[in-house]
């Protein structure tokens, strides 16, 4: 079965066609993220106005990348929530009228489900790796999720204020270096010293376990930045190193507590956050050894793609054929 996917819920024009779920025929993304680091973040409308810009040709290029034409196409998915509700709008809107046009199946799909499945994507997939626990880290989303099964999803834990990747993007503008943040944070801890500065590492009290709050940290960040007044390169570096390493061991030592307690045989790191190799490597090296850990295959697939949004489509035992009325939602639960 191929897939025709489509993402815009923030971003990111793309549309990607995916055969049975994980041979990616194309992945095409027209991302708008220049425009939106001359104002440190994405202004809503100016990501809608892109999308609309985009779209078709992003469309057509998912296509022709493939070698497929519509009659190869055996259904259309499409990212419906959560994300800018402008944005989502351009995506579904072409989704519905195309799948109206050429007569396909549409199945609206879920953000955070499209991060999870690009996990599947360029790879053998058995139901033997079940349990599997993932940490879904983006800009937008913080969530620890246990997976039973396809599209069976238990949120166990999430933020209570900012995402991982929002703290990144914040201490950036905070320290003027640009956006998005993660990147070029993790560029320049590479250079400083991660014991420069005792940042807290916000564990949470025994009822949020599994919740994370970044706003203490991100605060305390600032205060160390308005007390040094002038700051130099090394110091930047150096707060970027103890930032960092700060966020990660949240992230790890939350991700391997749940995998013991949950006894899962298979731990997936997702989202744009996972594209950072620290955290990669720290928690590989606090997991068991007899737990698979995963992120995914490609860079691409970590930050948003429509790829994943294929995959999540075709695994999705649910799917919501031929959707005359369709909604979108700037928020919606995964679970
Ligand atoms: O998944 P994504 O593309 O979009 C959302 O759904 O939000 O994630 C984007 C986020 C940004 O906040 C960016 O700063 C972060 O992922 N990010 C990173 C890295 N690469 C991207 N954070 C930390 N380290 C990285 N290497
Ligand atoms: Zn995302």
């Given at each position: 079965?191929?897939?025709?996917?489509?993402?815009?819920?923030?971003d990111?024009?793309?549309?990607?066609?995916?055969?049975?779920?994980?041979?990616?025929?194309?992945?095409?993304?027209?991302?708008?993220v220049d425009?939106h680091?001359?104002?440190?973040?994405?202004?809503?409308?100016v990501?809608?106005?892109?999308?609309?810009?985009?779209?078709?040709?992003?469309?057509?290029?998912?296509l022709?990348d493939?070698?497929?034409?519509?009659?190869?196409?055996?259904?259309?998915?499409?990212?419906?929530?959560?994300?800018?509700?402008?944005?989502?709008?351009?995506g579904?809107?072409t989704a519905?009228t195309?799948?109206?046009i050429?007569?396909?199946?549409?199945?609206l799909?879920?953000?955070?489900?499209?991060?999870?499945?690009?996990?599947f994507?360029?790879?053998?997939?058995?139901?033997?790796?079940?349990?599997?626990?993932?940490?879904?880290?983006?800009?937008?989303h913080?969530?620890?999720?246990?997976?039973?099964?396809?599209?069976?999803?238990?949120?166990i834990?999430?933020?209570?204020?900012?995402?991982?990747?929002?703290?990144?993007d914040?201490i950036?503008r905070?320290?003027?270096?640009?956006?998005?943040?993660?990147?070029?944070?993790?560029?320049?801890?590479?250079?400083?010293?991660?014991?420069?500065?005792?940042?807290?590492?916000?564990?949470?009290?025994?009822?949020?376990?599994?919740?994370?709050?970044?706003?203490?940290?991100?605060?305390?960040?600032?205060?160390?930045?308005?007390?040094?007044?002038?700051?130099?390169?090394?110091?930047?570096?150096?707060l970027?190193?103890?930032f960092?390493?700060?966020?990660?061991?949240?992230?790890?030592?939350?991700?391997?507590?749940?995998?013991?307690?949950?006894?899962?045989?298979?731990?997936h790191?997702?989202?744009?956050?996972?594209a950072?190799?620290?955290?990669?490597?720290?928690?590989?090296?606090?997991?068991?050894?007899?737990?698979?850990?995963?992120?995914?295959?490609?860079?691409?697939?970590?930050?948003?793609?429509?790829?994943?949004?294929?995959?999540?489509a075709?695994f999705?035992?649910?799917?919501?054929?031929?959707?005359?009325?369709?909604?979108?939602?700037?928020?919606?639960?995964?679970?």
């Amino acid at each position: 079965m191929r897939i025709l996917g489509i993402e815009t819920s923030c971003d990111e024009t793309a549309a990607a066609v995916v055969e049975d779920g994980t041979k990616v025929l194309s992945n095409v993304i027209a991302s708008s993220v220049d425009l939106h680091a001359q104002t440190g973040g994405v202004v809503p409308e100016v990501a809608a106005r892109e999308h609309l810009r985009q779209i078709s040709p992003v469309v057509d290029k998912a296509l022709s990348d493939a070698k497929v034409g519509w009659d190869d196409i055996d259904a259309i998915a499409v990212t419906h929530a959560p994300g800018l509700l402008t944005s989502l709008l351009v995506g579904v809107n072409t989704a519905q009228t195309l799948a109206y046009i050429y007569n396909k199946p549409l199945i609206l799909t879920h953000h955070v489900a499209g991060h999870i499945y690009a996990n599947f994507l360029e790879r053998q997939t058995t139901n033997d790796q079940f349990p599997i626990l993932i940490l879904t880290i983006s800009g937008g989303h913080n969530e620890l999720v246990l997976m039973k099964s396809h599209h069976d999803f238990e949120v166990i834990g999430e933020t209570l204020d900012d995402a991982a990747g929002e703290a990144f993007d914040k201490i950036a503008r905070l320290l003027d270096l640009g956006f998005p943040g993660g990147p070029i944070i993790s560029k320049r801890a590479e250079l400083g010293d991660s014991t420069a500065f005792d940042f807290p590492r916000p564990m949470l009290d025994k009822d949020n376990k599994y919740n994370f709050s970044f706003s203490g940290l991100k605060s305390a960040v600032k205060r160390e930045v308005d007390r040094l007044k002038t700051i130099d390169e090394r110091q930047i570096n150096n707060l970027c190193a103890s930032f960092q390493s700060a966020v990660i061991d949240v992230l790890a030592d939350k991700l391997t507590m749940a995998a013991d307690e949950f006894n899962v045989k298979s731990v997936h790191l997702a989202g744009g956050v996972s594209a950072n190799q620290l955290l990669r490597k720290t928690v590989r090296e606090r997991l068991s050894s007899n737990i698979e850990l995963l992120w995914p295959e490609e860079m691409i697939y970590c930050t948003d793609n429509a790829a994943m949004i294929a995959s999540a489509a075709f695994f999705n035992p649910k799917k919501e054929f031929n959707a005359k009325s369709v909604e979108v939602s700037s928020q919606l639960d995964l679970s």
